[in-house]
């Protein structure tokens, strides 16, 4: 049992490690990057790619309380909330917590 929980900090250790690393790493090197340099929009575009990935995901194949709304409902939280991240002037904060709202309202309707 000792084994268990020696390897659960040593995971918890080499995580922590990384991530404050990287991190540390990018409070450093932050002043030198040029935010219109062509590898920072390809880190932006990445970053948007992935998301748009994980959310296609979800829509199409959903998990958990997910597969309690249907097709529809789904395609319709996706929709408001793109457009709210554009009129938001490209601001991921609203149109999540829109989603997590609208999809309630919407399941608890239907």
């Given at each position: 049992?000792?084994?268990?929980?020696?390897?659960?900090?040593?995971?918890?250790?080499?995580?922590?490690?990384?991530?404050?690393?990287?991190?540390?790493?990018?409070?450093?090197?932050?002043?030198?990057?040029?935010?219109?340099?062509?590898?920072?929009?390809?880190?932006?575009?990445?970053a948007y790619s992935t998301l748009a990935a994980l959310i296609?995901?979800?829509?199409?194949?959903?998990?958990?309380?997910?597969?309690?709304?249907?097709?529809?409902?789904?395609?319709?939280?996706?929709?408001?909330c793109v457009a709210v991240f554009f009129i938001a002037k490209?601001?991921?904060?609203?149109?999540?917590?829109?989603?997590?709202?609208?999809?309630?309202?919407?399941?608890?309707?239907?």
């Amino acid at each position: 049992m000792t084994d268990l929980y020696s390897n659960i900090f040593l995971v918890i250790a080499v995580t922590s490690i990384a991530t404050y690393l990287s991190r540390s790493l990018g409070v450093l090197f932050s002043e030198r990057i040029n935010m219109n340099s062509k590898i920072f929009r390809l880190f932006d575009c990445v970053a948007y790619s992935t998301l748009a990935a994980l959310i296609s995901k979800v829509v199409v194949f959903p998990a958990g309380d997910l597969v309690e709304a249907s097709n529809l409902i789904r395609l319709i939280v996706v929709f408001v909330c793109v457009a709210v991240f554009f009129i938001a002037k490209r601001n991921l904060v609203y149109p999540t917590v829109l989603s997590a709202i609208l999809l309630t309202v919407l399941i608890k309707i239907v």
